[in-house]
């Protein structure tokens, strides 16, 4: 009996660093995401036309702040422009580093996208291909976020340096979320003493809503609105600045 007592007393002792190892939570997380979106509109502006869109993306994180991830989108505005050809997708690649203040409900996160559109275009065209780091700073629901261009801003010639400036707000209320934002984008560069900011700056509004479903199920509805001078986004007759809706279904994966 002392012999068993003894070795069970060993062997309780012996698997309690195992239990504890075995409970330890890994730092590192993997989710994903799928939508299928009525319009994909992107600061004000749609990028396919106000047709429908495929999404997704998937996103690595690490308990210290780090993240990476990539994100895909069907779009029609490229080849919808004189100059490229061959290219119906947006690939997002993205990086950076966000935390909160201590214990306080601030947080802060810094990092860098580049917006890359495989296929080609013509000799002599700027390349659309868009890098910019940005910085936001967070309060529960509300956040503030600067974009900035390291490179000339989606084809705008000289448009490097182009900043923009979101502010926006999600308010829970049980599974909904009611979502608000303004937006204001300043782009640089003069090409032949002419303001790029004159002809295609503008500032934007969101508003809308989701609601959480089960099985990582979400739906939502947005409606869009800017005050961009309709020559700068005009193409085959139709403004793609103009005020429109999107809805949308999403899956967490």
């Known amino acids: 009996m002392k012999k068993l007592v003894l070795v069970s007393a060993v062997t309780g002792?012996?698997?309690l660093p195992l239990a504890g190892m075995a409970a330890e939570q890994s730092p590192h997380s993997i989710s994903g995401n799928v939508g299928i979106f009525s319009n994909y509109i992107f600061r004000g502006v749609?990028?396919?036309s106000e047709e429908a869109a495929l999404q997704g993306g998937f996103d690595y994180s690490h308990a210290s702040g780090f993240y990476a991830g990539t994100w895909g989108s069907n779009v029609s505005w490229i080849s919808?422009?004189?100059?490229?050809t061959g290219s119906s997708l947006e690939l997002d690649l993205y990086g950076g580093y966000k935390g909160s203040f201590g214990k306080s409900d601030f947080g802060y996160?810094?990092?860098?996208?580049?917006?890359?559109?495989?296929?080609?275009?013509?000799?002599?065209?700027i390349d659309v291909?868009?890098?910019e780091l940005y910085g936001?700073?967070?309060?529960k629901w509300l956040s503030a976020k600067v974009n900035y261009a390291a490179t000339d801003y989606f084809g705008v010639d000289e448009g490097k340096g182009t900043y923009y400036i979101d502010l926006s707000a999600a308010y829970p209320i049980g599974n909904l979320s009611l979502l608000a934002h303004y937006g204001i984008l300043h782009v640089a560069g003069s090409p032949g003493g002419a303001?790029?900011?004159?002809?295609?700056g503008y500032s934007d509004y969101k508003v809308g809503a989701s609601y959480a479903l089960p099985q990582g199920f979400t739906v939502g509805a947005v409606y869009t609105d800017t005050n961009a001078k309709a020559?700068?986004?005009?193409?085959n007759g139709k403004n793609w600045a103009d005020g429109q809706f999107a809805l949308y279904v999403q899956k967490s994966l």
């Open 13 to 15: 002792a012996l698997s």
């Open 46 to 48: 749609t990028q396919t």
């Open 80 to 84: 919808d422009l004189a100059g490229y």
């Open 109 to 125: 996160d810094v990092g860098a996208i580049y917006y890359y559109y495989p296929g080609k275009k013509l000799s002599g065209t």
């Open 129 to 131: 291909n868009t890098a």
């Open 136 to 139: 936001a700073l967070s309060w």
């Open 195 to 200: 303001s790029n900011d004159d002809a295609f």
């Open 231 to 235: 020559a700068g986004y005009t193409v």
